[in-house]
């Protein structure tokens, strides 16, 4: 196996065992970057210290460190001092930060070292990567088929195992529908478990960053690290975390109840994911089917609240500052800012944003409702597998016809995993197994069990 | 034609004197640092900052409310209002709109008359733009220091009715600020601003289908000299017949004058909603109490307290109130000294507030073992008084005056010097 492949775990043991060094593992991904990615185009900008800053890690381990000397790839809207950060936009085109972002912060104080920053849908507004002001990302298990997105340049670094890890954000399905799409396992954490600082703002009340990684546990362990109340940002939470990497394992789902939600099972996915509950039920967990709001209302909702705080978050891109003006923007940005701009307005507002709002109080409700009996549901991330290029360029509801399965858990700022669980025609298909807010442990521990049960998120593309 | 009367309403900007900005750890001390030297992240804008609510503001504002005599609201949020300026660099403005921490209250005019509060709400200041040449270039630069400085804004509703209580409104307004020691209130640094809102009504309820705002009026003698210019202005308008403009019009000191500045037909539509990146703030009814408990006596009843319990006439004591470093001399000597003299030497003179007072006066009474002391001290002086050197009466005055601290008058010494000398 070469280093690349290696999941966090793996790559910890060889490390420590002096099997290889860090700059062994750095050279390995950034060798398989400079193979692989002009084919698929992951990477927007890469850090030219990866390498020196592994040697200095070589010369002093900190093992103490949890991801210590481990490469991952960093979705473009997280800010990096000094490194260009665009957000995929060229309204940003040659934008250096003048600080870190939070989660960025917490992964270099951990020891991580980043390997360059990931494609993503411009200003995250997308579902393909393909609205990228860079040109899209292919995806690495059939390049005439999107990655998703907007982490897109993200998961297709992880598929292609052009790092260890990679972080992406997830408005609504940002992380997970590109995971399913690209066959790796993506966690959203509930909203306000990590830190938005420094993070390009799409959607705020709805902005979610987390880890798209090759197998649960690694994804729990960049969790762990990332996750917490941050002085630095008003809507994280105070909760302590309660995310444990090394207790995953040892679930018992015996007697457990899980949801299966009719309105979500839908397209070629449906039976990949029935054939996943069976997994479960064989646990002796107790799957019911559950009657959730049709997920239509979720898209009213999501995309109204969406395209309104975007049309907010945008203003500052004013022309005066960060030297591109206003027509430096692309189709779906003006497009977003137009429709929140309209659904703002005086006399509007009411029978918008704050219908929006109120219909989203009612989704809040119903979860409320749902996992007062249940652990959790399982649903898929998207109806079908990757979609063909082109299918999301000039769709403005692309992003949230594709993300309709999760939109409704993340209105309500739930935590949800995805993970491989099957194929069609060769390409991934990815389970969501979704809980109530600040359930990471539980969500975590399920995917850990479906994957110590079945092998999918083993499967690698051919490049 | 029905009767029109002058409506009048004002919002004032007050800059909050707290350490830091309304949403950063930047100095909210912005005035005449170097131009973007007091910046970070949040108070630029810059990509991925977010605001964090300074706890010590929101206090602040929600007494000023309460000296106001508002009801404050125990769910408040923080607003988005969205213009496009160069000086706001985010494109919009975190302000509240539909729940401002204190709304409804009042203060009263000597008269009697009330004038309504309608809010009293935060925001963040913007940042500030000066017009220069450059090379040979007009430029507009923008200085970012001030930006997210909190900033108080209270409006009123139109009730009043004249330039003189405009004015008489805002100095209470002052002095109720100064006490609450929240802001220094100085209009020269901008740190208090004035917005009147005037037009001919039919009442306060039943508006005009114009107003004038008049921005720029930076001392409380141009609001209303700005104020009756602008009444004038449009009573000449309305009486040929003609409607003014709905404008913001400036105030020319020299002219005393007011100018167009821009002409408003709409008003601006900010989409205000409520701001993503901040909670709602949530406060308990014990928490706005103990914010109450905290309010210092304001000064009409501080005056009322002086004319009761010292004699002293009002208008001597709202002069004393005006200034809290007097009113602390006058209370730290006012046992010392007969209160009213006291007070009339604080007020009419200007003396060294850092030295005891020096009170003159023939009844200033003298301690006769002060005097007794003096002669025991000095024997020599007085067997060369007694033995006819009458003139060494001086170096015994001036020993008095030097155990006294100089708060005797020199003429009741010499008396009871006197007194006791051939006594």
């Not at chain 1, 393909?130 to 340049?153: I, K």
């Not at chain 2, 810059?46 to 125990?74: S, T």
């Not at chain 2, 002052?174 to 208090?192: F, N, P, T, Y």
Request: with cysteine.
């Amino acid at each position: 196996m070469m280093l690349n492949q290696l999941t966090i775990t793996e790559a910890q043991v060889g490390l420590r065992a002096k099997k290889f060094s860090i700059v062994e593992l750095v050279t390995a991904c950034l060798d398989q970057i400079k193979t692989y990615d002009h084919k698929l185009h992951c990477f927007l900008t890469l850090n030219d210290q990866a390498l020196n800053q592994a040697k200095v890690m070589d010369a002093k381990p900190d093992w103490s460190k949890p991801l210590f000397g481990l490469p991952f790839a960093l979705k473009d809207n997280f800010l990096t001092e000094g490194l260009r950060t665009t957000a995929s936009a060229k309204v940003l085109d040659d934008y250096l930060p003048q600080y870190n972002a939070t989660v960025y912060q917490r992964l270099l104080n951990a020891g991580a070292i980043l390997l360059g920053k990931t494609n993503m849908d411009a200003w995250a507004h997308g579902s393909s990567t393909e609205t990228s002001d860079y040109g899209p990302t292919l995806n690495p298990w059939n390049t005439a088929h999107l990655p998703g997105g907007s982490s897109g340049g993200s998961a297709a670094a992880v598929a292609a195992d052009m790092c260890i890890f990679a972080i992406g954000s997830e408005t609504a399905g940002s992380i997970r529908q590109p995971a399913a799409w690209c066959g790796v396992t993506g966690f959203k954490p509930t909203y306000g478990r990590v830190s938005r600082y420094g993070v390009i703002a799409m959607a705020s009340s709805t902005d979610s960053p987390g880890p798209l990684a090759k197998n649960t546990t690694d994804a729990a362990l960049v969790t762990a690290v990332i996750a917490g109340v941050d002085p630095c940002d008003a809507t994280s939470s105070p909760k302590p975390v309660d995310i444990h990497p090394q207790s995953l394992q040892g679930l018992s789902l015996k007697g457990k109840k899980i949801a299966l939600p009719q309105e979500y099972l839908l397209g070629e996915a449906k039976d990949l994911v029935l054939k996943a509950a069976e997994v479960f039920k064989q646990a002796g967990a107790n799957i019911k089917n559950v009657s959730l709001l049709d997920p239509k209302f979720a898209i009213d909702v999501y995309t109204l609240v969406q395209r309104s705080e975007v049309s907010s978050n945008l203003a500052r891109y004013d022309g005066i500052r960060y030297g591109a003006d206003r027509s430096a923007f692309s189709y779906q940005a003006k497009n977003r800012s137009l429709l929140g701009t309209f659904a703002l307005s005086t006399g509007y507002y009411d029978q918008y944003y704050k219908k929006a709002q109120q219909v989203r109080t009612q989704i809040i409700a119903e979860f409320d409702q749902l996992f007062k009996e249940y652990e959790f549901y399982l649903a898929p991330v998207s109806p079908g597998p990757a979609l063909k290029l082109g299918t999301g360029q000039d769709n403005p509801m692309f992003g949230e016809i594709e993300d309709r399965l999760v939109e409704a858990s993340s209105v309500a700022g739930l935590t949800g995993l995805s993970v491989p669980c099957g194929f069609i025609d060769g390409l991934p298909i990815g389970l969501q197994i979704t809980g109530p807010q600040f359930s990471e442990q539980s969500i975590l521990s399920a995917g850990y069990f479906y994957q110590s049960q079945t092998k999918f998120h083993l499967q690698k593309p051919k490049l | 034609m029905t009767k029109l009367i002058p409506v009048i309403g004002l919002e004032i900007h007050v800059e909050l004197k707290t350490k830091t900005g309304m949403f950063c750890s930047c100095s909210a001390d912005h005035f005449g640092k170097a131009p973007n030297t007091n910046t970070c992240p949040v108070c630029l804008g810059l990509p991925g900052a977010l605001p964090i609510p300074n706890h010590q503001a929101i206090d602040w504002a929600i007494m000023v409310g309460l000296a106001l005599n508002c009801r404050v609201n125990l769910e408040s949020t923080f607003d988005r209002k969205h213009y496009f300026y160069p000086d706001l660099p985010k494109g919009y403005q975190i302000s509240q709109y539909d729940d401002p921490f204190c709304q409804s209250g009042f203060l009263n005019l000597e008269s009697g008359k009330k004038i309504r509060i309608n809010r009293v709400h935060l925001e963040e200041d913007t940042a500030k733009m000066q017009h220069k040449v450059v090379n040979g270039k007009k430029l507009t630069l923008v200085d970012f220091n001030r930006s997210g400085v909190p900033l108080v804004e209270i409006v009123t509703e139109p009730d009043i009715s004249s330039g003189a209580e405009a004015k008489e409104f805002l100095k209470k307004l002052r002095d109720i600020l100064r006490s609450l020691q929240v802001s220094d209130c100085d209009m020269e640094k901008g740190s208090m601003r004035l917005e009147p809102n005037i037009s001919w009504s039919e009442s306060a309820t039943k508006l005009n289908n114009y107003k004038v705002e008049i921005k720029n009026l930076n001392s409380f003698r141009f609001a209303e000299a700005g104020i009756d210019f602008e009444l004038n202005r449009q009573k000449a308008l309305l009486d040929e017949g003609k409607t003014p403009l709905q404008e913001t019009r400036g105030y020319n000191s020299q002219k005393h004058a007011t100018f167009s500045q821009r002409i408003k037909e709409t008003s601006a539509d900010y989409r205000y909603f409520p701001d993503p990146d901040i909670p709602p703030i949530v406060l308990t009814k014990e928490y706005v109490e103990k914010l109450r408990e905290k309010l210092p006596k304001f000064p009409e009843v501080l005056v009322s307290e002086l004319v009761k319990s010292f004699h002293l006439n009002t208008q001597t004591a709202q002069l004393l109130v005006k200034d809290a470093s007097k009113l602390a001399y006058f209370k730290k000597y006012c046992h010392e000294i007969e209160p009213e003299k006291l007070a009339n030497l604080i007020v009419n003179k200007k003396i060294d507030l850092k030295q005891p007072p020096i009170i003159k006066t023939a009844s200033q009474k003298v301690d006769s073992g002060i005097i007794e002391k003096v002669l025991a001290e000095n024997a020599d002086a007085v067997a060369k008084y007694k033995a006819g050197k009458t003139s060494i009466i001086g170096f015994l005055i001036g020993q008095v005056m030097k155990l006294t601290h100089g708060q005797t008058d020199p003429a009741s010494a010499q008396n009871l010097l006197l007194k006791h000398l051939q006594g």
